[in-house]
């Protein structure tokens, strides 16, 4: 069974084709950065545009790296639930259009759930039950895939993402965007003790998670209470800008870390799967390789299927269809995520 997946959800405009249940034939993206770049963050109005722009190529890229045309298609999945309205519409119309014209069956894929769900393309022997961290600009969750078709979200951000968190500290030390990759190459060369930035725990226990406090502690300390010194710089109390890159990494890959650990040993999981855009940070790797008890596998997927792409949508959308799910022309957008 051949399926197209199609995510438009934010800033990436992707197509995929996989052949079901796990092969990957192509995974076409294309990114927006430089359309967003001198705005500091991502316009919605200028996603949407773009994608409609682009959606239509990315999709013939994407049949012709498989080396397939619309009629050997099986099948249409594609993101329909959480992101920016405007840039879901323009992925669930080209979706729609692609299962009218051909007559072949539409599925409607959760964005996280497929992110979830991505590394199984790249492991074999990857089956539930497993736990699985992603943490992206976006989203900062942990699942627990019990069966295919039964995913729990055990916790996530009650405020901002991992990522975004990494992305706005760049901007405190004067980084360039993605701010992930600029703070953790200035961390290399800091101290990870100089500063001890709080670390969020939720008090009732669960494996919930929040930076914002984070982000406000580092602006403070950067620029005194209130965020409203000039000059960003510690140099008087003898800390770099790299102690602080070092000391905030430091705080939110703990916090990731043992989140992810204390999932892992509450659902007994053989594997931790860990995606999404901060997957590619090292410290967090090492972490988890360091504190990881035996027994306990933790796995990353290559950087193709960590950032926001077809080929993971395409994937659930397969197991969706395995499993009996299907929507028809009527499906819906939801921006955030509630059904
Ligand atoms: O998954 P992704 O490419 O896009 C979405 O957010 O959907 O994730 C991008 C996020 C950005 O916030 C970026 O700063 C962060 O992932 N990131 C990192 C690293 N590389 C990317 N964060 C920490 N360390 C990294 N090495
Ligand atoms: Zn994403």
Not at 281 to 295: D, F, I, M, T, V
């Amino acid at each position: 069974m051949l399926v197209l997946g199609i995510d438009t959800s934010c800033d990436d405009t992707s197509a995929a084709v996989l052949r079901a249940p796990r092969e990957v034939l192509s995974n076409e993206i294309a990114t927006q950065y430089d359309l967003h770049a001198a705005f500091g963050g991502i316009v919605p109005e200028i996603a949407s545009r773009a994608h409609a722009e682009r959606i239509t190529l990315v999709v013939e890229r994407a049949l012709v790296k498989a080396g397939i045309t619309l009629d050997d298609l099986d099948a249409v999945a594609v993101t329909h639930r959480p992101g920016l309205v405007g840039s879901l519409i323009v992925g669930v119309a080209a979706a729609k259009a692609v299962a009218m014209a051909r007559g072949v069956p539409l599925v409607g894929v959760d964005h996280i759930e497929a992110h979830v769900v991505a590394a199984m393309a790249e492991h074999d022997d990857l089956e539930p039950p497993f736990v699985a961290l992603v943490a992206s600009g976006g989203h900062t969750s942990l699942y627990a895939v019990r069966s295919e078709g039964d995913l729990a979200c055990l916790g996530a951000t009650i405020d901002d993402a991992a990522g975004e968190c990494f992305d706005k500290v760049a901007v405190l030390l004067g980084l360039p965007q993605p701010g992930g990759p600029s703070v953790s190459r200035l961390a290399v060369e800091g101290d990870p003790a100089a500063v001890r930035f709080p670390r969020y725990r939720a008090k009732d226990g669960s494996l919930s998670f929040s930076f914002s406090g984070l982000k406000t502690a580092v602006l403070y300390f950067l620029k005194g209470p209130g965020g409203k010194r000039d000059a960003p710089d510690r140099e008087d109390l003898g800390v770099s800008h790299a102690d602080v890159a070092a000391s905030f990494q430091r705080a939110v890959v703990d916090v990731l870390a043992d989140r992810s650990l204390e999932a892992a040993a509450r659902e007994g999981a053989r594997d931790l799967v860990v995606g999404g855009g901060v997957a590619a940070n090292r410290e967090l790797r090492r972490l988890l390789a360091e504190r990881a008890p035996e027994g306990l596998r933790v796995r990353f997927p290559s950087p193709a299927l960590c950032v926001d792409n077809g080929a993971m949508v395409a994937l659930r959308g397969a197991q969706l269809l395995a499993a009996g799910r299907l929507d028809d022309l009527g499906l819906d957008v939801s921006p955030t995520g509630r059904a």
